[in-house]
């Protein structure tokens, strides 16, 4: 990487643990500046520990995206090359179990944040000489699994304004991908299996039994999804996103991507629905 390429910086919000931590290493080993995010004063600590710039960042409050873009701005000006929302969250539950203020609370985080982020630094990212904004989607925003209705809809939500924000953004300096990972080895099903105790009154459901399933998988310490991935998949794709003049609009990630994104254009509706069904029991 040239000097003036490591003048790049880049933001990456959701940085204290899976995903997101590993592509902050990564690509400062690489040789940009990173900024990384994170919400609980340990994680931000073990970031700078780490050789790292840290800043906190809760996406669901709107005064904390806002001092952040105030801080990026101010620490990286026109040098802002990258911005990679990442930072998410996934709450399990049936539709009817999830409660507004769930949901409300899943698409802040997962969305509602991400884009006042987008919009806040996006004249930084196009004083440059071709920035980019990478979102860090999911193999469920190209399908639904059962059991996953507001993380599905996050998910399929952030496609949509990502799609959009690319063709509005045709012919400026900035360019703009999503990533679609399957499963990834991460702290996500811990964290998910909290925001489902928290906020999902399961003992009284229709759907109970389901729910015994997959909390044990939610439980699982280790990775029991075939195919489960490495976090260095994610950084491989980003890189590309990031180097190339001419990045994709989509990258799979891991073989169930390819696979359900294959087979979401070859089946009926029905068919597609029996294997999402088959697919969704196994948790």
Same mark, same amino acid.
């Given at each position: 990487?040239?000097?003036?390429? &490591?003048?790049?910086?880049?933001?990456?919000?959701?940085?204290?643990?899976?995903?997101?931590?590993?592509?902050?290493?990564?690509?400062?080993?690489?040789?940009?500046?990173?900024?990384?995010?994170?919400?609980? $004063?340990? %994680?931000?600590?073990?970031?700078? &520990?780490?050789?790292? $710039?840290?800043?906190?960042?809760?996406?669901?409050?709107?005064?904390?995206?806002?001092?952040?873009?105030?801080?990026?701005?101010?620490?990286?000006?026109? $040098?802002?090359?990258?911005?990679?929302?990442?930072?998410?969250?996934?709450?399990?539950?049936?539709?009817? %179990?999830?409660?507004?203020?769930?949901?409300?609370?899943?698409?802040?985080?997962?969305?509602?944040?991400? @884009?006042?982020?987008?919009?806040?630094?996006?004249?930084?990212?196009?004083?440059?000489?071709?920035? !980019? *904004?990478?979102?860090?989607?999911?193999?469920?925003?190209?399908?639904?699994?059962?059991?996953?209705?507001?993380?599905?809809?996050?998910?399929?939500?952030?496609?949509?304004?990502?799609?959009?924000?690319?063709?509005?953004?045709?012919?400026?300096?900035?360019?703009?991908?999503? *990533?679609? =990972?399957?499963?990834?080895?991460? %702290?996500? !099903?811990?964290?998910?299996?909290?925001?489902?105790?928290?906020?999902?009154?399961?003992?009284?459901?229709? @759907?109970?039994? @389901?729910?015994?399933? *997959?909390?044990?998988?939610?439980?699982?310490? %280790?990775?029991?999804? =075939?195919?489960?991935?490495?976090?260095?998949?994610?950084?491989? !794709?980003?890189?590309?996103?990031? &180097?190339?003049?001419?990045?994709?609009?989509?990258?799979?990630?891991?073989?169930?991507?390819?696979?359900?994104?294959?087979?979401?254009?070859?089946?009926?509706?029905?068919?597609?629905?029996?294997?999402?069904? $088959?697919?969704?029991?196994?948790?």
């Amino acid at each position: 990487m040239s000097e003036t390429d &490591q003048e790049k910086w880049l933001l990456i919000t959701g940085a204290s643990s899976g995903i997101g931590r590993e592509l902050a290493l990564s690509l400062q080993q690489y040789g940009y500046r990173v900024v990384a995010t994170a919400r609980k $004063k340990e %994680d931000l600590q073990h970031l700078r &520990q780490l050789g790292l $710039k840290a800043l906190p960042l809760e996406l669901a409050d709107e005064q904390s995206v806002n001092a952040l873009i105030e801080q990026v701005n101010s620490l990286c000006g026109d $040098k802002l090359y990258g911005l990679i929302n990442n930072a998410a969250y996934g709450q399990p539950g049936a539709v009817e %179990d999830i409660s507004r203020a769930a949901l409300e609370k899943q698409f802040a985080v997962n969305l509602f944040g991400s @884009h006042q982020l987008t919009c806040g630094l996006l004249p930084a990212l196009r004083a440059g000489q071709g920035g !980019r *904004i990478i979102n860090i989607s999911s193999v469920l925003g190209l399908v639904a699994f059962p059991w996953q209705g507001a993380y599905n809809a996050s998910k399929y939500a952030l496609e949509g304004l990502t799609d959009t924000l690319r063709l509005e953004l045709h012919g400026s300096p900035v360019q703009v991908s999503l *990533i679609e =990972p399957g499963p990834i080895r991460s %702290d996500f !099903r811990g964290n998910a299996l909290n925001a489902f105790n928290d906020d999902v009154n399961w003992q009284d459901s229709p @759907h109970a039994e @389901h729910y015994q399933r *997959i909390t044990g998988y939610y439980s699982a310490s %280790d990775h029991p999804t =075939p195919f489960t991935g490495d976090p260095l998949l994610v950084v491989k !794709r980003v890189r590309h996103a990031l &180097q190339s003049s001419r990045p994709q609009p989509r990258y799979y990630v891991t073989v169930p991507t390819y696979v359900l994104a294959t087979l979401r254009r070859l089946l009926p509706h029905r068919a597609m629905d029996w294997v999402l069904r $088959k697919l969704g029991s196994m948790r």
